[in-house]
């Protein structure tokens, strides 16, 4: 079959040229249409696979280093309790000593079994070498035993004490020798931490000091639980403080207040408010709260307080959409059944818009839990070696606790770096897992 000019063809087929000229058109424009719809589709898969990939990278890696946070390796060695070493009284039943056993030595009963199994290391630096490779927190490992148990004196025990941060960074490979990074490391030391694995006296087990214990400046006694009590503390105050102001602020502008010139330029502030930078906050928190009332500086309460300012404009607008998606006809139907506006709000309006409330309200927390600059500003960057156990109590935070480790020098607090990041986003994802539980279980289908 010959083809024929489309002009030929319109005048067999009874149509008029310029009729198949349009449809012709018509095709070359839907063609190009598929086409731009084809590779935007291609971009955004792109884009998706692009922002995945890097999101899969940053938290592989935020695990791989992270985990070596909960693992410590620790050395077991053979202790001779022995009293001679401890300069204990002879002659005094264990259960008489307490005071003297709370002021013993008992490190040097980690010493001297550490003689006992390199005999061939002597000298003051060999063997200051060799009494380096334990933690500080050996002679307290062995006086909580003690004292727990005082019978052990005069007993001889395998106990699994912690090693140094140095070499625990060695036994997990993090650091070579013959590396830069090994360069603080004895020769005495290389020969003794081979020597201990061969004999399997050296062994990675699970670090509860990390979790139980607060900042130290040793990185394998250094933990999170004094940044995680002072993070629970100043969410506790945000809780107190901007919840009810956001959530009574929105019902007013939502259900009570007038419309007028005065509320609308309220309304444009606080939508301006949640987009100031954090930092704001933080430096107006210096101002009324440390320089004017003269808190206590780095104390949990004024860090909640801070913090209730920043999120205090987010739980306004979130309390205000979830008021708004109430269907007026609730409303409607309650005012033609003679309830008073205060009754429609308290038994309708609010009961069906608490679901959206607390969601707000738990992503508004969870983003208090996690912002730094406010805190710097008010002094929480200090060294905070204990727990507090109160809101006056100078206080760190889980935020701020990253940030210190991340600043340090030692190589051996990159692992708790990266550990208490999943600290962290272990509490933020099961505070948002808490917002969509809430959200689904308690929304009203309309």
Not at 319 to 345: C, E, F, N, W, Y
Request: with cysteine; charged share 20%.
């Amino acid at each position: 079959m010959t083809d024929l000019h489309p002009d030929t063809f319109a005048e067999n087929a009874g149509l008029h040229p310029l009729s198949l000229a349009a449809c012709t058109g018509e095709r070359d424009l839907m063609r190009k249409r598929r086409a731009q719809e084809t590779r935007a589709g291609w971009y955004g898969r792109i884009a998706v696979t692009i922002a995945c990939f890097f999101l899969i990278v940053l938290v592989v890696t935020i695990i791989k280093t992270g985990m070596g946070a909960f693992i410590q390796t620790q050395v077991r060695l053979p202790i001779q309790f022995d009293r001679e070493i401890l300069h204990l009284p002879q002659g005094v039943a264990p259960e008489k000593l307490g005071e003297s056993i709370h002021k013993a030595n008992f490190r040097a009963l980690a010493h001297a079994s550490l003689r006992e199994l390199f005999p061939s290391v002597t000298g003051r630096a060999g063997r200051f070498q060799l009494y380096g490779m334990l933690s500080d927190e050996t002679g307290r490992v062995l006086r909580r035993m003690v004292e727990k148990d005082p019978k052990l004196l005069g007993t001889r025990q395998e106990v699994w004490v912690p090693m140094s941060a140095t070499i625990d960074m060695v036994v997990k490979g993090r650091i070579k020798p013959g590396t830069p990074a090994a360069a603080q490391l004895g020769p005495k030391q290389l020969d003794a931490i081979k020597k201990l694995q061969e004999t399997h006296r050296v062994a990675r087990r699970f670090n509860g000091m990390f979790l139980t214990r607060a900042d130290s400046r040793e990185p394998e006694q250094a933990g999170v639980l004094g940044s995680f009590v002072g993070s629970l503390y100043i969410v506790l105050v945000c809780l107190l403080v901007a919840m009810p102001l956001g959530v009574g602020a929105a019902i007013y502008l939502e259900e009570f207040a007038p419309k007028n010139r005065w509320t609308d330029f309220i309304e444009v502030n606080i939508n301006n408010l949640a987009a100031v930078p954090s930092i704001i906050f933080g430096l107006l928190a210096l101002a009324i709260f440390l320089n004017l009332f003269e808190m206590p500086r780095s104390s949990a309460l004024v860090g909640g307080l801070a913090l209730s300012m920043l999120v205090l404009p987010t739980m306004v607008i979130t309390t205000r959409h979830a008021l708004k998606a109430v269907p007026p006809s609730i409303r409607d139907a309650a005012a033609g059944l003679g309830a008073s506006p205060m009754q429609i709000l308290l038994h309708h309006t609010l009961p069906l818009a608490l679901p959206g409330i607390m969601t707000g309200a738990i992503l508004s927390l969870a983003r208090a839990l996690g912002e730094t600059a406010p805190l710097l500003m008010i002094g929480m960057v200090a060294f905070i070696a204990d727990v507090p156990h109160t809101l006056m109590d100078p206080a760190s935070a889980l935020p701020v606790q990253i940030y210190l480790w991340a600043d340090s020098p030692e190589r051996a607090f990159m692992e708790k770096t990266a550990g208490a990041i999943l600290v962290l986003l272990g509490v933020l994802v099961i505070l948002n897992a808490l917002a969509v539980f809430l959200r689904r279980k308690f929304e009203y289908k309309w």
